[in-house]
């Protein structure tokens, strides 16, 4: 008996986004930051695998960590679109199909050889510091990590911001941790004595590039926006997000994009997208909610195709607030490490939420809000729809939702999320004209 | 004349309405979507001509003469008339093509037996077109494969065994000429296929003493309505496959909402099953779109499921709502999974429940599941109004009903009898709207100024 076997077609060539010179610098920061991950054991590094919110890098650094952020790395295999064989990995061990899928992909990658982008095996980690803000999750993640690695883990726990504000009280208990648990801690996995001023240099360097940072993510209050800020916005977070906040690399980075978005504002461009510059800007969208990373190109086009443009969004202050005036401070370093990790998005209540994307709506004088919904998160999903309706009551302007997932493939339906977002394209656009109808007929 | 079309490709179905100047629905067409959206479309639009066609002969008849309430039954016979001109005109391309289908090694020597089997078969299948199209008849379908296909199979079958010839090559013969002919709609000639249709009304028609010279005229008059296809708007799923530029597709949730405003001014909230989605809409008062919600990437619930619980139980999706309006009680069933269906049927079977006590917890778990879309949309507002191809299902309704009241309240329900046209309706009114009223929504700027 033979097995019928399709056809080989060669794939259809893609072509190649087009990339500006911080997005080619980014490549080379990334490929530099793996490459040096990948070889910490030869070059004797150790090696800390620490979250994106709450990602107290200024300090990981101090003590000569590499840092190593494996939800950075499921975004990468969900890029690459290897995340899917690593999900279906983990599910094969046990996980059920709604587990967190970055945790699946990282999990699955551990069991197929955990190789990092550059082919090489990713080191096993010395420490797994988790700075708890508000991903119940991400400790989860991390037990079982310790259970795998038999590492140090050391665990911050950050007070979540539960009525909005942030008190003396919450600030001083996380600088308690971070002197009696956190510091030591880390000191004795290394071997590296803590020097505070070589935190307060890194984090001088921080609030440079946060500064940067902020004007860049701002100048889509311009119209039309010269950057989209969510899936722009992705690019723009990698570095600070990551394993470069605190670095000169990171400072020259955002000084580099800086430029490049004044630039465009000059020439009053709008975004760049991996088909080039984008067409007339018909809608200005805010948007809360992750992307979905298996096919980033892919929904990203179905909004850009339609002159839809991200002029504000949430996810991209899940690893820091920054626009409402926060700065990590040299001058009080600990304490400003303790507030970074209170503001990042993950560790806002919902009416703090709700107030972030009325306002955006406003500030960026947006269309409405569009919310992704992630099927594996319920940590971000949990009361979207009351925000969503609470965001349409305040600001008067529709919302919509679609749903999809991070690094899951099987959770993207194209057909059924470019009807939906058509869908709510076409309302605004309709309320628009019945409105503009309204007032030429008074 | 000026007239609009809007046209709904869904995944079961695709329907067509056509429209004029004032918004009026001159014709209404429907034809099952294949797997190919272009011809769907295009036999869809014609149906909706035809369609108009009866309905320009009705108004006229009605100006002209004293007929009276014989109108109807005079229009009645004039479109199966012209619907059997059109079947058989359609089974010629059938035979025609299943001629040419008569090659290969299994055929080799028996090829004229085959011939004159087929000649057989068709003149048999003409022979109860007749029938099927005689004045008053009723058809389960009209869709031509339904029609012809499934007598086309029993009736070579008995032919086959009559001529001692093998089934399986008229089978074969068939299977490769169907899909061929079913995307080749039947051609334009409407006219002619009228005009021969109203000489067969006026000689075997069920209405009596009629004098052709009263009838002649005005039906001529409504054949020669210049129809000019002024603007198309496509929506539904296949939509994209439309060969239409941008401005002529709108999304099919605006064109429920907008369909639904029309029929049902007061309309707020709708709810829509279709084929492979539910979606719960909200719409201001002038049927504009507010909020909507609708199902993720799993069909679950959808009209496909009805489908699939129907071919599992070997019976027509029609016969699934009566049925369930015979159970005594209701099974719970929790999983509106489509790809369960089967599975979660069998399982109730062996456990011992009754087929109608199932189906009626399987139409419940369908309403369960739209219900908890409508309240993500926003909840229920006065008035609601039903469409897509579930509001025709009793059963569904029923419980709908019981649901919507132990939720919401006294709450007006709308269900139009041409309620799976809705869609097709909101397409003609933006397609009317383009023109007359200058709105095409993709440039505001008109509309300002």
Redesign the interface.
Known sequence: MSTMTKPKRAPKPRPEAEKDASMLKQKEMMAGHYDRLTSAPENGDKVCATFVPGNLNELIMCFDFVNNLPEQNAIQAGLRKTSGRFVMEAEKMGHSEDVCTYVKSDLGMMARGNLAPNGKPFPDPDVLLLSYTGCFTFMKWFELLREQYGCEAIMLHTPYTGDGVITDNMREYMVKQLKEEVIPKLEAVSGVKFDIDRLREYLRESARAEDDLVAVLQSAKKKPSPIDAYFGGIYYIGPIFGAFRGTKEATEFYRLLRGEIDERVAAGLGPITPDGPMGEEKYRLVTEGPPNYTSFRDFWKMFYEEGAVCVASSYTKVGGTYDFGFRHDPDRPLESLAEYCLNVYTNRSLPQRVDMLANYIEEYEADGLLINSI?SCNSFSAGQ?LIM?EV?KRTGK????V?TDLVDPR???A??VK??L??YL??I??????T??L??AA | MKSFIGIDLGSTTTKAILSNEEGQVLGRGITNSRSNYETAASVAKQEAVIDARLYLCRERLEQATGMGEQIEQFIGDLGSFFRKEQFLEQLGDLEGTCLEKIEGDRFVGKEEAIKEALAETFRRLREEALVLYAPGAERKSDFFRDLAGSRYLMISEEVAREAQLGYDLLLNVYDKSIIEVENRPPSGQLKEKFQRALQEVLAHGSVSGIASEDVTGPVSDALDVDLEETYVVGTGYGRVTLPFSKEHIRSEILCHGLGAHMMYPKTRTVLDIGGQDTKGIQVDGEGIVENFQMNDRCAAGCGRYLGYIADEMNVGLHELGPMAMKATRQVRINSTCTVFAGAELRDRLALGEKREDILAGLHRAIILRAMSIIARSGGITDEFTFTGGVAKNEAATNELRKLVEENYGKVTININPNSIYTGALGASEFARRAIVEGRTYDDAELVAA
């Open positions: 099927k729809l309706k349409e529709p919302g919509a939702f749903e959770y993207f339906s057909s059924n009807n939906r058509e869908s076409q309302m656009e309709q309320k628009r004209s019945s503009q109808t007032g030429a």
